[in-house]
């Protein structure tokens, strides 16, 4: 599985806030890399830096040094204008609420960054209804954001995230705003993404939703401290079982 | 959770004989409790003493059959009706590993909190793994729902405990370090460690995981042992 | 291109969605748009279907006939003409020399064969259910199909006998007659029967009637003139129909014959200019097609037009910056799944771009149906029938289109805010202070600065007032474009203020976003409303200082002039009877000839008279001098002041007045001195020995007689003016007295008894009569006296003098009431928006225990400092332009002065001093009453208690 190309690869990432006496570290030299069918699930406590890991990895934020390369491209250098673009082709974004745009329809939620790309609005729609589909989600397609629970727009959300070629979902506490058990099916539904071959970057404080990662990553003050293995079988239960 | 009150409620569906009980209560409960023959049977007689069953014939391989009796029924609704006390909780080996770690001036206390924590949270992983099979199945219907309900309802248990645990680290973590900090206020600042303690303790890890795996397994069963 | 449509069809749909969700913002800002280009189109449309097509005006003008021909009455000598037939001259240039007069024999220029019908009119005194009405009378055999077109029968039917007429229905509702009636003349007494109603297309409010050829004038003009008055003229014209009709060429050659021809074939197909020889000749251009006219009428409306859509930018632009501001965090979401700035800036533009479109269609449809629904009152209104009902869809698309531009460039500004925004900073919801930009300032103290010294420059050097003007629209739209920097300066002043007024001033400077457009707008409508007020109010007070009484104030006069006085009486009774008269001095006037003659006439029997001067005291720059010429060539402009300053003879002022006869010569008795406030006890001696009492030095010569000249004929008279020589004419010598001192007259130079008149063999007609009054007449009492005027079908000169009427008051209150308005509507806007942002603040408040009524006050302090600020600053920035203009004015007077001065034209030697006046009322007004009526009302429509926390992505 490693053998593959990663999607998202953080290279020695630092970001400082502020300078001078109001100077804060953010991040410090960060490397990740996260492959295609991996979740990867980033923990820590609040100030970490979760949030600006996410934001950098995604181009919403530029790293004071270091580099992030999402699918062989160094996004660190590009202007803002192909950021824009990259977010439109490769990364998706799903945050804690209110994620979809209120003036549209689910199924236009989806193809907005099609549509923006400069796809005919009917051929966008069509991506987008698939897509839906796919996540079990095509009853939902014309409704408006207002008409669906918190947990229908999250996964709509996803949906959108994966439009297209998309194939990276950085999601900054997706379950936050929701129950615990919507939580969990906006959880289940992203790792089944992943199963199918996407990355995903998970921010959360939550464990319980973390420990539905492949990886789970320790960040604390800006470094990542920790992280866990991806296991190879269901060692522990199992291991368990034959003991008794 | 009492293997007594376990059994009553596996025999109210209909007279089991005694290793047939132990097979669906493992099935039931997940394997997070293994039980052996010989506990099944202790309990079954001491059941028997109280009244709550009765040995009712044999079936077609000659196996002796236990039947739940009335007194038994009345028993598993105050049962079933009563909340778990939780007035003594089990000494736990972490508590007091941590407790033992302040102040110890050889330990890093974030050190050892990591570890536990990568552990658990690798133990939530993979509780969580099962559960999405667990949810697959249940959600595809079948013969073996109910059982599989249970299972879900074993392992969702396992993980908010879990999930408490981790919770419960990371309060430590951030209180322990508050009084560490204080206390080594007059010698080196807070700060220090900090940086130096990442990557060790990355490089620590996949040596010290299956020793913790192990660990939890036992850990996991005192509450079943100590619970009659 | 294809991907930048789809990705702006993505942004429009959003914005649509939008503008739907937020209803009332969309509906203002709409209505915002719309009114305007609701205005601007009905009156395109208006304008566009009455303008008439030509085929349609010259079915208005010669019905369905070829061609009228008139008669310009130069005697038969050949002419010139336009096209149209307006305008004509004689084609020779007799210069000074007299010109040909006369008429002319139309019958002979009608080519033979062709068909004519006869078009005379003439005006008659008609008698009515009120009284008399001085009335059009036309002949023209309307039935007959070459008439077609000239009038449309409304009711009844066309007259078929010399003794019926039809009549314009709008000369029945002023008659109060009707179908059925009977009408007759005055002397007149041959009754005629109206049996039908018409209109004039052209002329709805004209009052006609309408009679058989030859059925009224020449009876009513023998009938007048054996009453021994002077007949009303008639004119005819007429109507030719011929195969073939008469070309550009024909109409030349009939012209030849001294004939004005008005030809439907030239009317469709004009000659170029080029051919008309008429344009060809000194002072006869054909004025429609100058082109500088055009430029300056098309500047004047390009400026009009703009600034009216600034101010619409300016009032709209913070509702889309709400908009923009409220959906924030949509716009970060955009961000974030790869809306590029320019995508972001795409959908607030398309906010405008939607709203723009609503608004044109919106605005086009209801002018559209209003202008056809109000089609026959607009007919009314301007008098006129619509031709067809004319739809030009270029232009209405035009002003659609600059509805569509106003909603884009609303949303320029909050557009590209929007999208200078971080994703980031928009998905948190910081509220970030932006940084206002730098350049903006810059460029508006550049425009101030440039501005301001073109203004200066007109007014201090030049005396073009266009150069002021425009120096000013630019330092103005400087100050616009400087009002954020302007804002940042109240900032430093809230330190001091208590919390609500501190907190408003502090979210209005920190958030200049939304503060300066609405600051702007009521910058731009105060500062337009200030200068105008400004330099009307010093206008006014111009006006007031040069005004002069013609008559003692609170007195009256009335004279009539016509049929010799015969309504005098009627006058006389009626100014008695309906107005507090104290004193009543009746006046006749000297009069030469028959009668029945007006002053001034040149009807044969009429003749005039002239108060004499001796030659030597008459002016010497306005001596008549043998063989013409202007006298005053021969002095030197030093001369001409020397002798306009010190000469008795020249710096006689003459005081202004209502005197309508000869010489200030009035024959009546010591009243009028009385009225007209003259205590001299001498005069009323002289008056009662017989003697003329005079208020003038140059008119009494060396025996101190004044000489009264009768003439006779006319004629020899203007050709001995014309050669300097004296005109015949028997001279009558009167003793006279002069008034000693220089008393007030009001015009009145001379007086004498009608005795006195009769003696020195004068015969006198009554003219009218002065009145003082013991109060100021109501408005009532003017209304009825007007209305007994009207019923004697006589024109009666009437003059109430009421000291000085400031007529503009009207027109400052609209426009204080109009600046308020915008300054009440930008402030609330402003309001809205501060409101949406402080919502979190406002909970924060109220969490710390403030009071309820403190969200009151504060949107009402938000709503006034807004107001104040746009108020103070407009101020300031109207007072100087106006002040510029007055100067440049002044310098104009007062070279025009000198010149006038200099030239001998003027015996008024104060230079003229144009004061400048700040209109305080209007100003006090604007810079307290609006901010606090605008607080005030903020803090009414504002609820104490806060909706349920919104939701912020929503």
């Known amino acids: 599985m490693s053998a593959q190309q990663p999607v998202l690869q953080l290279q020695n990432l630092t970001r400082v806030h502020g300078a001078g006496a109001t100077e804060v570290h953010a991040l410090r030299g960060i490397d990740l890399a996260v492959y295609p069918g991996e979740l990867v699930a980033v923990m820590g406590p609040s100030g970490s830096g979760k949030s600006t890991l996410l934001t950098i990895a995604g181009g919403l934020d530029t790293p004071t040094s270091g580099r992030v390369i999402v699918e062989d491209t160094d996004i660190t250098a590009a202007s803002v204008k192909e950021l824009a673009a990259l977010r439109r082709r490769s990364i998706g974004y799903v945050f804690q609420d209110y994620n979809l745009i209120p003036a549209l329809t689910a199924a236009e939620n989806v193809a907005l960054p099609r549509e923006l790309d400069g796809t005919s609005a009917r051929k966008a729609r069509v991506e987008a209804l698939k897509a839906l589909e796919e996540m079990g989600l095509g009853h939902l397609a014309d409704r408006f954001p207002d008409e669906m629970s918190g947990g229908q727009q999250q996964r709509v959300a996803i949906a959108r995230a994966l439009v297209g070629d998309r194939r990276l979902v950085l999601a900054d506490e997706p379950t936050g705003a929701l129950d615990s058990e919507t939580g969990e099916s906006v959880l289940a539904l992203l790792r089944s993404r992943c199963d199918a071959g996407a990355a995903g970057v998970l921010v959360t404080h939550e464990p319980r939703f973390a420990a539905w990662a492949d990886r789970v990553v320790f960040l604390r003050d800006g470094a990542i401290v920790d992280q866990t293995v991806r296991s190879e079988a269901d060692s522990l239960l199992s291991g368990q079982v034959a003991e008794a | 959770m009492s293997i007594r009150h376990g059994l009553l409620a596996l025999l109210e569906r209909g007279p089991r004989y005694g290793s047939q009980?132990?097979?669906?209560?493992?099935?039931?409960?997940?394997?997070?409790?293994?039980?052996?023959?010989?506990?099944?049977?202790?309990?079954?007689?001491?059941?028997?003493?109280?009244?709550?069953?009765?040995?009712?014939?044999?079936?077609?391989?000659?196996?002796?059959?236990?039947?739940?009796?009335?007194?038994?029924?009345?028993?598993?609704?105050?049962?079933?009706?009563?909340?778990?006390?939780?007035?003594?909780?089990?000494?736990?080996?972490?508590?007091?590993?941590?407790?033992?770690?302040?102040?110890?001036?050889?330990?890093?206390?974030?050190?050892?909190?990591?570890?536990?924590?990568?552990?658990?949270?690798?133990?939530?992983?993979?509780?969580?793994?099962?559960?999405?099979?667990?949810?697959?199945?249940?959600?595809s219907g079948g013969a073996r729902e109910r059982d599989d309900v249970a299972w879900l309802l074993v392992l969702e248990q396992l993980i908010f405990q879990t999930e408490a645990e981790a919770r419960w680290l990371d309060h430590c973590e951030s209180r322990l370090i508050r009084l560490s900090a204080t206390a080594a206020n007059s010698g080196s600042g807070a700060d220090a460690p900090a940086p130096a303690t990442a990557p060790r303790a990355e490089e620590a890890a996949p040596a010290e995981a299956p020793k913790a795996a192990d660990r939890q397994g036992t850990d996991a069963s005192p509450p079943v042992a100590g619970a009659r | 291109m294809k991907t930048w449509f789809h990705s702006w069809r993505a942004a429009i749909r959003i914005a649509r969605r939008d503008a739907w969700r937020s209803k009332g913002r969309s509906a203002l800002v709409l209505a915002m748009i719309a009114l305007p280009i609701l205005g601007v189109s009905a009156l395109d449309l208006t304008l566009r279907s009455s303008e008439l097509s030509p085929a349609e005006r010259a079915d208005r003008t010669i019905g369905a006939a070829d061609a009228r021909f008139s008669d310009p009455t130069y005697g038969g000598v050949p002419i010139f003409q336009d096209p149209v037939g307006d305008m004509n001259t004689p084609a020779k240039d007799y210069g000074d020399t007299a010109w040909p007069s006369g008429p002319t024999d139309v019958s002979k220029a009608i080519p033979a064969g062709a068909t004519v019908l006869t078009d005379t009119s003439g005006s008659a005194k008609l008698t009515t259910a009120h009284g008399l009405l001085s009335t059009d009378v036309r002949e023209l055999k309307a039935a007959d199909p070459v008439a077609r077109g000239i009038m449309t029968l409304l009711e009844g039917r066309y007259p078929e006998k010399n003794d019926e007429v039809i009549a314009t229905s709008h000369f029945l509702e002023a008659s109060g007659l009707s179908i059925g009636s009977t009408l007759s003349a005055r002397n007149f007494d041959r009754p005629y029967r109206i049996v039908g109603a018409y209109e004039i297309p052209d002329a709805l409010k004209a009052d006609q009637v309408n009679a058989l050829p030859g059925a009224f004038h020449v009876p009513y003009a023998k009938a007048v003139a054996k009453a021994g008055l002077q007949p009303p003229g008639a004119t005819t014209t007429y109507l030719v129909r011929k195969s073939g009709g008469f070309t550009w060429n024909m109409v030349k050659e009939i012209n030849t014959k001294g004939v004005?021809?008005?030809?439907?074939?030239?009317?469709?197909?004009?000659?170029?200019?080029?051919?008309?020889?008429?344009?060809?000749?000194?002072?006869?251009?054909?004025?429609?097609?100058?082109?500088?006219?055009?430029?300056?009428?098309?500047?004047?409306?390009?400026?009009?037009?703009?600034?009216?859509?600034?101010?619409?930018?300016?009032?709209?632009?913070?509702?889309?910056?709400?908009?923009?501001?409220?959906?924030?965090?949509?716009?970060?979401?955009?961000?974030?799944?790869?809306?590029?700035?320019?995508?972001?800036?795409?959908?607030?533009?398309?906010?405008?771009?939607?709203?723009?479109?609503?608004?044109?269609?919106?605005?086009?449809?209801?002018?559209?149906?209003?202008?056809?629904?109000?089609?026959?009152?607009?007919?009314?209104?301007?008098?006129?029938?619509?031709?067809?009902?004319?739809?030009?869809?270029?232009?209405?698309?035009?002003?659609?289109?600059?509805?569509?531009?106003?909603?884009?460039?609303?949303?320029?500004?909050?557009?590209?805010?929007?999208?200078?925004?971080?994703?980031?900073?928009?998905?948190?919801?910081?509220?970030?202070?932006?940084?206002?930009?730098?350049?903006?300032p810059l460029i508006g103290l550049t425009a101030v600065l440039i501005g301001g010294a073109i203004a200066l420059f007109g007014s201090m050097v030049s005396e073009q007032f266009i150069v002021v003007a425009g120096g000013s629209a630019i330092a103005e739209l400087g100050?616009?474009?400087?009002?954020?920097?302007?804002?940042?300066?109240?900032?430093r002043t809230g330190r001091w203020l208590p919390l609500s007024p501190r907190l408003a001033l502090r979210d209005a400077v920190r958030n200049r976003g939304r503060t300066a457009p609405a600051v702007a707008a009521v910058l731009a409508a105060v500062a337009g409303t200030v200068a105008v007020s400004t330099y009307m109010a010093s206008t006014e007070a111009q006006y007031e200082a040069e005004y002069e009484a013609r008559l003692p104030y609170g007195a009256v006069s009335a004279f009539v002039m016509e049929e010799g006085g015969r309504d005098v009486p009627a006058v006389r009774e009626a100014l008695q009877r309906h107005f507090p008269v104290d004193v009543r001095a009746d006046v006749e006037r000297v009069s030469v000839g028959k009668p029945g003659c007006e002053p001034w006439s040149s009807e044969a029997g009429c003749g005039r008279y002239e108060v004499v001067i001796p030659p030597g005291n008459e002016c010497p720059l306005y001596v008549s001098v043998p063989g013409g010429g202007d006298p005053s060539e021969k002095f030197t402009p030093e001369q001409r002041r020397k002798l306009l300053t010190d000469d008795w003879r020249c710096n006689e002022t003459g005081s202004n007045g209502v005197i309508y006869v000869d010489g200030g010569l009035m024959v009546g008795?010591?009243?009028?001195?009385?009225?007209?406030?003259?205590?001299?006890?001498?005069?009323?001696?002289?008056?009662?020995?017989?003697?003329?009492?005079?208020?003038?030095?140059?008119?009494?010569?060396?025996?101190?007689?004044?000489?009264?000249?009768?003439?006779?004929?006319?004629?020899?008279?203007?050709?001995?003016?014309?050669?300097?020589?004296?005109?015949?004419?028997?001279?009558?010598?009167?003793?006279?007295?002069?008034?000693?001192?220089?008393?007030?007259?009001?015009?009145?130079?001379?007086l004498m008894t009608p005795a006195t008149a009769k003696a020195a063999g004068l015969s006198t007609v009554p003219l009218g009569a002065y009145a003082s009054t013991d109060r100021m007449p109501e408005s009532e009492a003017r209304q009825k006296l007007d209305g007994e005027f009207n019923k004697l079908g006589s024109n009666v000169e009437f003059h109430l003098e009421e000291g000085f009427v400031n007529e503009n008051s009207i027109i400052l209150l609209a426009l204080a009431i109009f600046a308020g308005l915008v300054t009440i509507g930008a402030a609330g806007i402003a309001t809205g928006l501060a409101q949406a942002d402080a919502e979190a603040d406002l909970k924060t408040l109220a969490a710390v225990g403030a009071p309820p009524r403190v969200r009151r006050t504060l949107s009402g302090f938000q709503c006034g400092v807004v107001a104040a600020m746009g108020v103070v600053l407009g101020s300031a920035a109207g007072l100087l332009p106006a002040m510029g203009l007055r100067l440049t004015d002044e310098r104009e007077r007062i070279r025009y002065h000198e010149q006038s001065v200099a030239e001998g034209w003027s015996t008024d030697l104060t230079p003229p001093d144009l004061p400048i006046v700040i209109p305080w009322e209007t100003l006090a007004g604007l810079l307290v009453a609006v901010p606090l009526g605008a607080a005030l009302l903020a803090a009414l429509v504002t609820r104490s208690r806060g909706a349920l926390a919104r939701r912020e992505a929503t």
Request: hydrophobic share 45%; glycine share 10%; with cysteine.
């Open chain 2, 21 to 139: 009980l132990r097979t669906e209560f493992e099935s039931r409960t997940g394997s997070t409790w293994p039980l052996n023959v010989g506990q099944v049977y202790t309990t079954l007689s001491r059941l028997e003493r109280d009244g709550m069953v009765a040995q009712g014939g044999e079936d077609a391989a000659g196996h002796a059959l236990y039947a739940i009796t009335d007194s038994g029924r009345t028993e598993l609704r105050t049962w079933f009706g009563k909340p778990v006390d939780r007035t003594s909780p089990a000494r736990d080996e972490l508590a007091i590993k941590l407790a033992m770690a302040v102040g110890a001036p050889s330990v890093d206390i974030r050190d050892v909190i990591q570890s536990q924590r990568r552990h658990t949270v690798k133990a939530m992983q993979d509780y969580t793994r099962l559960k999405a099979q667990a949810l697959v199945a249940v959600e």
């Open chain 3, 260 to 440: 004005v021809v008005t030809s439907r074939a030239v009317l469709l197909d004009p000659p170029a200019d080029s051919e008309v020889p008429l344009y060809q000749k000194d002072g006869w251009g054909n004025f429609e097609s100058s082109a500088a006219g055009n430029a300056a009428e098309l500047a004047a409306l390009g400026t009009v037009v703009g600034l009216a859509m600034l101010e619409i930018c300016l009032l709209a632009g913070p509702a889309f910056a709400v908009g923009a501001r409220r959906s924030r965090r949509q716009l970060g979401l955009v961000g974030a799944n790869g809306g590029a700035r320019s995508h972001i800036r795409a959908i607030v533009l398309s906010g405008g771009l939607v709203i723009g479109v609503a608004a044109a269609v919106t605005g086009t449809v209801l002018a559209l149906i209003l202008t056809l629904a109000l089609q026959p009152v607009l007919e009314e209104t301007m008098g006129q029938r619509f031709g067809a009902f004319d739809v030009r869809p270029l232009e209405l698309l035009g002003i659609a289109l600059l509805a569509v531009l106003t909603g884009l460039l609303a949303a320029i500004v909050p557009a590209v805010t929007a999208s200078r925004q971080t994703v980031l900073a928009s998905l948190t919801g910081r509220r970030g202070i932006r940084r206002s930009s730098r350049v903006l």
């Open chain 3, 479 to 491: 100050v616009v474009a400087m009002t954020p920097a302007l804002v940042g300066l109240f900032g």
């Open chain 3, 669 to 750: 008795d010591a009243k009028l001195l009385e009225v007209l406030g003259i205590k001299d006890a001498g005069a009323e001696k002289a008056l009662a020995e017989g003697k003329i009492v005079s208020f003038s030095r140059t008119q009494i010569d060396k025996n101190g007689a004044i000489g009264i000249r009768q003439i006779t004929d006319v004629a020899a008279a203007d050709k001995a003016s014309e050669e300097g020589r004296p005109a015949p004419g028997k001279v009558s010598s009167i003793p006279a007295y002069r008034v000693p001192g220089d008393p007030k007259t009001y015009g009145l130079q001379a």
